[in-house]
């Protein structure tokens, strides 16, 4: 087996090309790596925001809770229904919750919807992890509010003690920011359900219910009860379905990714093979003579499959490497589904790991599997005059 | 000096060639490079290939080592008729029996002296430590052992020469090849070189054949075969070398 250090050295010696090589790979990883782990973060937002146990309940026909609402009168007779699961208190655990988007002025200066929820106290306990980071919660009826991290940051008067202002009618005064896990509610406005039907001139009307059954069984007969029941005119989706189905737009963006991804790596590809073949171009003489000594085809192959793969592999390495700071980073963008924005931000998991890690193979192996045979099918004797 | 190899060659022949006739196609055209060749090298024998440019000499040599293929005829090397083996056996065969010396001394750049004479030792199954011995053994024996960590770039031409004939023997190998070793050095390194590959015909009986254009250098062999347009035409069979001048 022809040693590695013969390869390492090697590519040291043409330390420029490889150079030039290494950060091609790494550039064409990283945009990918970043892609992907937002497509994550989006994913992972959208899933972690749903329960097994919990359902939501919309109008029949609406496919989001931004588009559809229905009669608080409906949704109060809902927050009787048996198979509920209930609090400590023994309050049960289902909220009437109000939707409305809102034209928010960003820090910057400019302008983007925001979804203000309308929401009750089981609302919070609906949500995974929610917590109060900084401040309190408000108070019913006073027209405050608590928004999310992202919200806080990146919006004029976000900060806890600012007025949100979305008009003359509409405004809260912000008194505590809140996480909820990396879900979903972390790019919303939260605050009182009375006040947003007062602000929005919506009284008596909700967007959503949401209901937390006690268990499994309880779960199927709530769904079925509501879905069933033709004055109520509602349907009740698994919370879960409901996110899946949000989370269309990742989907959108996963193939796009792919697809650029697959541009990508065969962009690296063709510059590996370039840098590979060069390097079998000027080494000829010196793979002649390692065939004369008596070392085999195939170890000629795969010495130079290996230092193209080496090649590659250190400008994955560096590519995702690039990325590891990128896990503070969250982008707003624009959700189709409820016309608001969303915030993403950037996961480093499996998926992200998993493409750098088939970026770098494809473009070691493949790149490097024509220079290599190349250098294989070389005349011993031919090779030898090179100069 | 007597020509003690070819008064024994009759009996163990090394090499033997039967009516080997080589020709390469390049397109429509048909060179014909050898012509029904008939050759018996005895075992420690030191052989020089002379000749005109295009006069085969090359093509035998390389013939004899098992990098190429007659086209017709039979070429035995001690005992194994090279023609019966595929390329892969005729790679392994090669590892085993054959050194080679080049005239541009073919050292890898990026590897050490000590690294350049190992490279035929990965072939074979010894132990790093064996290893390390064999190739202090043929650097000692080509006066380079102090040079193990240099890197070709840092040797003079008649030492890269060197480290390549360390390389050739580290296996122990029964033929050497050498194709214009001396080409590429000044006359005093040349000689040194020279009295190298005499020392390994004499003290370890290695058969060698050698391609030169120098006269000077087939006089330290103990049989020249001048060749031309593909045929032997000249034989002689040196009563007195030159001996070995340091």
Redesign the interface.
Known sequence: MIPLKYNVRNLRVRWKTTLMTILGTALLVASSCILFGLVEGLEYSLKVSGDPLDLIVLRKGSSNETTGGFETSKADQLLTLPGIQRDPSGAPLAAKELLNIANGERANGTRNNLIIRGVQPASRDLRPDFKIVAGRDFVEGRGECIVSKIVSRRYKGGQIGGLLYFGDKEQYRVVGIFTAGGSAAESEVWADLRDVEKNTGRDGSVSCVQIRAASLPDYEKLQKTINDDTQFKLEAKSEKAYFEDQSRMGLFLKAAGTLIAVLLTFGAMFAAANTMFAAVSSRTREIGTLRALGFPQSDILISFLGESFLLCALGGALGLLATLPLNLLTIETFNFGSFASISISFRFGWTVAAVAMIMTVAMGLFGGMFPALRAVRLEVIAALREL | MEAKGYSFMRQTSSIVLRSVYKEYRRDEFVIPVLADLDLEVAEGEYLALMGPSGSGKTTLL?LV?G??RSTKGEVTVHGQVLGHLS??EV??W???NVG?I?Q?Y?L????TAF?NVE??L??TSLSRRKRREHVMTALRIVGLEKREHHYPRQLSGGQEQRVAIA?AIVTDPYLLVADEPTGDLDRTTAGEILDLLELLNREFQKTIVMVTHDPLAAARASRVLHLDKGRLVDEVIQETRVSIAS
């Open positions: 390389n080592a990098l190429d390329e892969a790679t392994r090669r590892a085993n080679f080049f541009t073919n890898i750049p990026v590897l690294e490279l035929p990965l072939l390389r």
